[in-house]
């Protein structure tokens, strides 16, 4: 799991890392091994096991490719598309495939999470990226690189979006997080 997947929930509450980190876990074998998966293990296996991580409410639809977990916290939902109620105002690179998504909304905030792939050149990414942001009204905060990768960070309004761009192979990964300030 990637850390951009990581930085959202953690300032949702103190499950949220464990929370997230099972819901993906999940997501990822029921996308990877579809209704095998739920053969072999049962839907309601699965949505036992991560109800009782989390202590919620845990809906797998494999169908889908959705998993959804309610607790006092809040709620998580992940997916293998983007949701309808992502940001219109965070930019997404024409062209990249969604590869996964999760959505928080807990007392203490909300936030978004978008991984998307490409095989345009990374610095084609980077370049086309500096320049939406700025576009879509964000001010850049922060622009680095590291390891081979870049982050670019942003503030709107109350919000702030981390843009992470790298490369896996032969693709560039793309990783959008939004979450209130």
């Not at 072999?40 to 919620?56: D, P, V």
């Not at 790298?166 to 990783?175: A, L, M, Y």
């Amino acid at each position: 799991m990637s850390d951009e997947q990581q930085e959202m929930p953690a300032s949702g509450g103190k499950m949220s890392t464990k929370m997230i980190v099972t819901i993906i876990g999940v997501l990822v074998l029921v996308i990877v091994t579809g209704s095998a998966a739920s053969r072999f293990f049962g839907k309601s296996a699965a949505e036992q096991a991560i109800e009782a991580a989390t202590g919620g409410k845990a809906n797998i639809d494999a169908s889908k490719g959705e998993v959804t977990v309610k607790t006092d916290d809040g709620t998580w939902s992940s997916s293998d598309k983007l949701p309808a109620n992502f940001p219109s105002d965070v930019p997404l690179y024409p062209g990249a495939k969604v590869q996964g998504s999760v959505v928080a909304a807990q007392q203490q905030g909300s936030g978004h999470y978008a991984g998307l792939e490409t095989v345009d050149t990374i610095d084609k990414v980077v370049s086309w990226y500096k320049a939406e942001v700025v576009a879509k009204g964000w001010q850049v905060t922060a622009n680095f690189e590291a390891g081979g990768g870049v982050m670019i960070g942003g503030s709107k309004d109350t919000r702030d979006l981390v843009v992470t761009v790298s490369k896996e192979g032969d693709k560039t990964v793309i990783g959008l997080v939004v979450s209130q300030k």
